[in-house]
């Protein structure tokens, strides 16, 4: 058996320091074992490099290998930059040990180690990727050998920082992967595009791609994932009148009417009759009516004014439900376009007539109908249900999927169900020497709960709260039921019983419900008595039931009506059109928007990449820490054969906070999504969104309002709760929204109420730490300016800051007054540089610059995983539920610290304004009341007695609690 060499692959590092002065470094590793040293080429200034360098060591005795470690240090060479300077700087150090490293023949797999300080002072930051491992050099010098002694020298093996006569370096033999391959026509990257480090699938380290825009929408580079203020001509441009008075936030779109109500005295002897309205090459039919003489149809078409070929419409009638032939003629009607009225909204709908149709020759043909044509808007009411001659390829069950339609989610309660205690249970003595376990289930249709195992006899005490989610109309039954657990795999029923929950009490404030005693059955219709139970049963109307993520809200009101403020204001919004989508054939894309309890659904635009929908609609607004969604769906249900799930492109988030009031804006959304490859631009979406607010008064009192009803904090939800309550509210409302016509499919709800938010993602993880570390920058940034004054490095600076430091300390009363005096000065010199739109998706604040490709796998894997070995499905599971945990409390502290952020960055105009007024007005306090009397004010307040303080939050925190925090413009 020949010696073994150890080998230390260098793949790729990642987010190193910049160390060179210039905001870049230009690193190269240096690798020691047993002191032996080899380094890997210089990488020009390359913050993210990938060197793919394999290093070869001698092992001097494979035995005493656990009890060595393997040094790698990451230095950015001065020398690299070309101005002559020598030496290095350290970037970062990792100490493996040689214990774990694998035997020869044994699989190795790429690691990422993060790099350690040298000491405490160090600036360092990264990872680093190393694949190390052990293998027997007979069989693989020979092959090394071969391709000359030029390739060492190429591989980057510097023999001169090693004692041994030239050191080889080898390939080892690694596992066949799949060939990477060619890039799709769809997928080319334009020469503009912004570099971004990514991982390849079957590797763990980052190499290089660019995000581009897919499906024409344009080139690549920062610029295509930005926001784009536009200016359509909205309400009619310059011509406005009285039909966009209601429809002043999208663009005018006319449209020709035919409405054919019924036919009467018809040359039929029974039999069936339909009408056709032809416009040009479009040609619409009625359904086919059953008649003797009179017919009813009563349908409307609508033709586009911009697709009009025509200067007459015609309205045939013909005998027959199926295709027209030449000997189906009954009677014709043409109309000229330039004697077609135009309706004016808000006129009424313009009346039908009779009219006395035409024969093949021109003559009287026997029978009248009575229609009525006109030109109107989007705004008329025969819009929505009229047939569109745009889809006049959408035939049968698909007709109904494509029109626009308003939906209301149910509404949720919670049902609480407080087990108490049992009494005179009849337990089994079939097992001999059996405990009994006995404990209480709870049952609301699908759902299950358990209390804690009691170990007493007959007479268990639980004292447990049970809390299910609930819909009107309440058709669900409550079982409530008593076992005895006799093994992991078999329990024994003692007793149950069953309750309408439409029968069960309403309450909607925190006094408890009188608690019953209820008998319980054995089951099996027996009609023994099982003994009774202890219940308080209660459907709780003060609390808000969540049904979308916490930093997504968009309703914020209590379940009963009767605890319901009054709107403070109205969100209008118009859904103007997209472009740049891929094509979708043969379906049409659509549009859904969710706002608190109302969900609209947009008409669907068939074969189109840029669709126009022109669409507008409205909600009353209770609070304006509220968030909208804007969704765009594939609609996959308008193609003949069964229907399937609709693709979702992307979606748009925007907080009402962040808008002034009255204020229209008009903006073009990049439509962005996470594939396998990285983020890609799917599309744009153009919107128009106004929030108009009748009382300004009671919307500024809201920032001092509790977030959430008084019940959340008279009675809080147990926290381990909240999670399983709010999947259980999301199944609920998807049920519903799903026995609507046309459905609302499962896909698109949870894709809305953002149903996989919990699970998983090294992505987000990593970009939720480093929204922590940009908040804390500014500490940073203040203790370099103090070292700075230290320092005396501008004399004047420093001189000033001394003086101004003795004049606070030999008069304290000023610091707090000039302290909030200047915070109220920056706020408003920050007000001119106040953001002017919307904001959106920050793609290097969602960490998509620099992310690896098996993290990205690891995000777009199913949960469970589909991996397919058991053990590994296990543990990863494991590993995603608990580090989704993490994940979110890494968020919670984000959010708190960008919340003290927005307090002057004015995105929240109305905010900043009150906290500025609150700064002057502590200014002046503090500057006329001895500091004295307001410590002792305050340590009073702070210790006063508890039946003197309230439950509720203060208003201090409930304004901190509605600020805005970057949540909405995380992707």
Known sequence: MGKEKLVVEVLAAHNLMPKDGQGSSSPYVEVEFEYQRQRTQPKHKDLNPAWNEQLLFDVSDPDDLPYRSIDVGVYNERGAEGNGAGGRNFLGKVRVPAAGVPAPGEQAVPQIFPLEKRSLFSHIRGEITLKIYRIVADGHLALAKKDGGGKKKKNGVNPSNNNQSSPAVIVPPLPRERAPQPARKEDSVPPDAEPIVVAAPNHAYPMTFTLAGAGGGGGGGPHDFALKETQPLLGGGGERDKSSSTYDLVEQMEYLYVRVVRARD????????????????????????????????????????????????????????????????????????????????????????????????????KGEVMLSVWFGTQADEAFAEAWHSRAAGVVGDGLSSIKAKVYMAPKLWYLRVSIIEAQDLVVSGAVAAHLPKLFAKAQVGVYVLHTQLSSALLNPSWNEDLMFVVAEPFDDLLTVSVGDRISPSHEELLGRLTVPVSAIEQRLDDKPVASRWLALDRGQGSGRSGGRIHLRLSLD???????????????????????????????????????????????????????????????????????????????????????????????????????????????????????????????????????????????????????????????????????????????????????????????????????????????????????????????????????????????????????????????????????????????????????????????????????????????????????????????????????????????????????????????????????????????????????????????????????????????????????????????????????????????
């Open 266 to 365: 018809l040359p039929l002897a029974g039999g069936m009759v339909h009408a056709e309205v032809k416009l040009g090459n479009y040609r619409g039919v009625t359904r086919p009516s059953a008649a003797r003489t009179e017919a009813n149809w009563d349908q409307v078409f609508a033709f586009s004014r911009d697709s009009i070929q025509s200067s007459v419409v015609e309205v045939f009638v013909r005998e027959g439900g199926g295709p027209t032939t030449k000997d189906d003629f009954i009677g014709r009607l043409a109309f000229d376009l330039g004697e077609v009225p135009r309706r004016v909204l808000p006129d009424s709908a313009l009346a039908p007539q009779w009219y006395r149709m035409e024969g093949k020759v021109g003559g009287r043909a």
């Open 541 to 971: 109307g003060g609390y808000h039931v969540l049904d979308e993520a916490a930093a997504h809200n968009s309703d914020l009101q209590p379940t009963s009506r009767q605890l319901w403020e009054r709107p403070m204001g109205i969100l209008e919004l118009g859904i103007l059109s997209a472009s740049g989508l891929a094509p979708s054939k043969p379906g049409g894309t659509y549009c859904v928007a969710k706002y608190g309890p109302k969900w609209i659904r947009t008409r669907t635009v068939v074969d189109s990449t840029s669709p126009r929908w022109n669409e507008q609609y409205t909600w009353e607004v209770f609070d304006p820490c509220t968030v909208i969604t804007i969704g765009v769906f594939d609609n996959n249900r308008v193609a003949h054969g069964p229907p399937s799930m609709d693709t979702r492109i992307g979606k748009v988030r925007i907080r009402l906070s962040t808008l002034q009031t009255d204020r229209v804006y008009i903006h073009a959304y990049p439509l962005l999504a996470v594939h396998p490859s990285g983020v890609r631009k799917v599309g744009e979406l153009q919107l128009a969104v106004r929030f108009s607010c009748a009382d300004a008064a009671s919307m500024l009192h809201a920032y001092a309002r509790p977030m959430l009803p008084k019940m959340h904090y008279a009675e809080p939800v147990p926290t381990n709760q909240i999670e399983r309550l709010r999947f259980q509210a999301i199944q609920t409302v998807t049920a519903r929204l799903g026995r609507a016509e046309p459905p609302l499919g499962r896909e698109v709800v949870e894709y809305m109420l953002d149903h996989g938010s919990h699970l998983w993602s090294m992505r987000r993880s990593r970009a939720n730490f480093f929204r922590l570390v940009l908040v804390f920058s500014g500490l940073a940034a203040i203790r370099r300016w103090f070292e700075f004054v230290r320092s005396w490095q501008r004399p004047f600076h420093s001189v000033v800051f001394t003086i101004a430091f003795f004049f606070f300390i030999f008069s304290p009363e000023l610091i707090l007054p000039v302290a909030f005096f200047t915070t109220a000065v920056a706020g408003l010199c920050r007000y001119r540089s106040r953001p002017r739109h919307p904001p959106q998706i920050d793609l290097r604040l969602s960490h998509v610059d620099a992310v690896y490709a098996d993290d990205l796998d690891e995000e777009l894997d199913t949960f469970p995983t589909s991996r397919s070995l058991e053990v590994v499905r296990m543990r990863y599971d494991r590993l995603r539920s608990v580090a989704g945990r993490v994940q979110m409390r890494l968020g919670d502290m984000a959010t708190v610290a960008e919340r003290a952020e927005a307090l002057l960055s004015w995105r929240d105009p109305r905010a900043t304004f009150l906290f500025l007024m609150f700064c002057l007005l502590a200014a002046a306090v503090l500057y006329s009341v001895p500091t004295k009397v307001l410590v002792a004010a305050w340590g009073l307040y702070a210790l006063r007695p508890p039946s003197l303080r309230d439950r509720l939050p203060s208003p201090l925190t409930t304004f901190f609690e509605r600020l805005p925090t970057k949540d909405d413009i995380l992707l």
